[in-house]
């Protein structure tokens, strides 16, 4: 599976922006995908995520902000990003778990299998 993101950039605190992220992958339906994060000098973080029935989940310091959503027909994930904030600054990576357990923690890196490049978002205030 590979994953591609799109969509960082620059944005003023309070803006909005759409990260994107195609993957390869005749199941993508199946698949649980997943957001994290990595602000400089500080260690890589849980945002969001969505299982393949639609469940979500969201890291408090994002819930009411972001929204995770996928569209299956195009093989694609999206974060949808509100009220932006300065501390929202880091890059942003898309991740892919294939098997997914009933005790699966969408929060934990572990449980991911296949990871994107990453794209950049920097908040300025």
């Known amino acids: 599976v590979q994953l591609q993101a799109s969509g960082g950039g620059l944005v003023q605190a309070g803006g909005s922006l759409r990260l994107s992220c195609t993957a390869s992958?005749?199941?993508?339906?199946?698949?649980?995908l997943g957001w994290f994060r990595q602000a400089p000098g500080k260690e890589q973080e849980f945002v969001a995520a969505i299982r393949s029935g639609g469940s979500t989940y969201y890291a408090d310091s994002v819930k009411g902000r972001f929204t995770i959503s996928r569209d299956n027909a195009k093989n694609t994930v999206y974060l949808e990003m509100n009220s932006l904030k300065p501390e929202d600054t880091a890059v942003y990576f898309c991740a892919v778990g294939v098997s997914v357990r009933s005790a699966w923690n969408a929060r934990g890196a572990y449980e991911y299998d296949y990871w994107g490049q990453g794209t950049l978002v920097t908040v300025s205030s």
């Open positions: 992958g005749r199941t993508f339906s199946s698949y649980a």
